[in-house]
């Protein structure tokens, strides 16, 4: 038995076959996780722009709950100004039927 291993060349075909096998499937996993991180970063950035949406719709919302607030407080001090009057003219009219 000799001392050194010769190999067969068919054997060197079939690494060769092999070797280009394994070269696809690399070349088909570094494809796919591409494929899957452009994927990921487009979902993230669609994410992005709904978090930036929600954002504008909430501060809207609350710049609109502001301004109701605002306008029932001042309806609320126009009613209260209101009532003073309505009740200083009733004085006057007393006070008017009173002299006469």
């Known amino acids: 038995m000799p001392d050194t291993y010769t190999p067969d060349t068919n054997d060197v075909g079939e690494l060769k076959v092999q070797i280009r ?9 570094v494809h ?4 899957s991180e452009r994927n990921v970063l487009k979902k ?12 504008r719709k909430v501060k809207v919302k609350h710049v609109e709950q502001k ?7 001042h309806k609320d001090v ?4 209101d009532e003073d009057e ?3 003219y009733g004085k006057e ?4 039927e009173g002299k006469e």
Do not use: M, P, Q
Not at 44 to 55: A, C, D, P, W, Y
């Open 32 to 35: 796919d996780k591409d494929i």
């Open 78 to 81: 126009e009613k209260e100004e």
């Open 86 to 88: 309505e009740e200083e």
């Open 44 to 55: 993230v950035e669609e994410l992005i722009e709904e978090v930036k949406e929600l954002r």
């Open 93 to 96: 009219e007393k006070e008017d």
């Open 67 to 73: 301004n109701k607030e605002e306008e029932d407080e």
């Open 21 to 29: 096998e394994l070269k696809v499937a690399l070349a088909r996993l």
